[in-house]
């Protein structure tokens, strides 16, 4: 008999118990003009899961989004994320994103980059405190309530190593939220979630913006023979891959044909091929951080 493949309604197990679904929308970019009307459709369409940060200047919008589109709260999985000036102020910086939002409590709240930067001088990363710090102030966030899980997002092997190690450490991260794409694969850095538990969630799944992945003959290839979009394609290879991802797009027709993942899947093969490719960009560098994050060593 043929396994019924139902990859929107897929969902990942969290080390707390809880589950992520396989495919979110990315409001990254979402201009708050648009990003209103891309939030309905994409949970009127059947997403149940949105992707938000405090950063992209959105927040209210995506609430007032899920309110229009009359899906009930507590069917879908709401992700933002602290603010890199705000790692002395997570309490406040969580309130702020709950009213704007409009909702009482996030699915997951996630530590945007490991960079404590001084709101004075966005150019200075704090002398007196760093990820380590904001993190056991995350920790006393899932207490109130208000948080029902808590990950860290653009975390490389070596910063992770350094969090868990650290005795004020007692939340593994649920999720570590990263770039992930064929030309940004990081086997190593996944592997290393894995052995500790960490779910990772994969961002630009697209190539983000005027993708360069749109060229790449292998991927264009497989898309053919299957009859599907590229972007299709690299949803599912991520998906199937066992990450989640969050597919960015404020254009209706985009947001349905993005979620149009059942009844299908890759060959082993095809994955395969799409692991082979050698060409690699990164849509997020660390150049506009008052410190560095990425270190190389986990692609
Ligand atoms: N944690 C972090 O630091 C971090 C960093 C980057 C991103 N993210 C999250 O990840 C999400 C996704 O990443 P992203 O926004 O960089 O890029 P992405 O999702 O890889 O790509 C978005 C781009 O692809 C276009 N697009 C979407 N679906 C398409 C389709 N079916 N056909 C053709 N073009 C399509 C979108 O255009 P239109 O919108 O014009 O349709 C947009 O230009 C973000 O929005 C954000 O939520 C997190």
Request: net charge neutral; hydrophobic share 35%; charged share 25%.
């Amino acid at each position: 008999m043929q396994r019924l493949i139902m990859a929107t309604s897929k969902t990942y197990k969290l080390n707390t118990g809880a589950a992520i679904p396989a495919i979110g929308l990315g409001t990254w970019k979402s201009q708050p003009n648009e990003v209103t009307e891309a939030v309905k459709a994409a949970l009127q369409r059947g997403y149940r899961h949105i992707d938000t940060a405090f950063a992209y200047g959105n927040e209210k919008e995506v609430g007032e989004g899920i309110r229009q589109s009359g899906v009930p709260r507590e069917q879908i999985w709401l992700t933002t994320k602290l603010d890199n000036p705000w790692h002395k102020r997570a309490p406040e910086a969580l309130e702020r994103s709950l009213s704007n939002l409009g909702t009482d409590y996030l699915d997951l709240y996630l530590m945007h980059w490991p960079s404590s930067t001084d709101p004075n001088d966005l150019s200075k990363h704090y002398p007196d405190w760093d990820f380590v710090d904001t993190w056991r102030e995350m920790q006393k966030l899932v207490g109130t309530g208000k948080v029902r899980n808590i990950g860290v997002s653009n975390f490389a092997i070596k910063n992770l190593e350094r969090l868990l190690n650290d005795p004020s450490c007692k939340i593994v991260p649920a999720v570590n939220q990263i770039e992930l794409h064929p030309c940004n694969p990081s086997p190593k850095l996944i592997a290393y979630c894995a052995s500790k538990g960490i779910h990772v969630t994969g961002y630009s799944p697209l190539g983000s913006n005027d993708s360069p992945l749109y060229k790449n003959e292998i991927l264009l290839d497989i898309a053919k023979a299957k009859g599907k979009s590229p972007q299709q394609v690299l949803l599912a290879w991520g998906i199937q891959k066992g990450w989640s991802v969050v597919p960015k797009s404020v254009t209706k027709s985009r947001i349905d044909s993005n979620f149009e993942l059942d009844g299908w899947e890759l060959t082993e093969d095809e994955i395969k091929k799409i692991d082979s490719i050698e060409e690699r960009f990164k849509v997020c560098g660390d150049s506009w951080l008052p410190v560095k994050v990425f270190f190389g060593d986990d692609e």
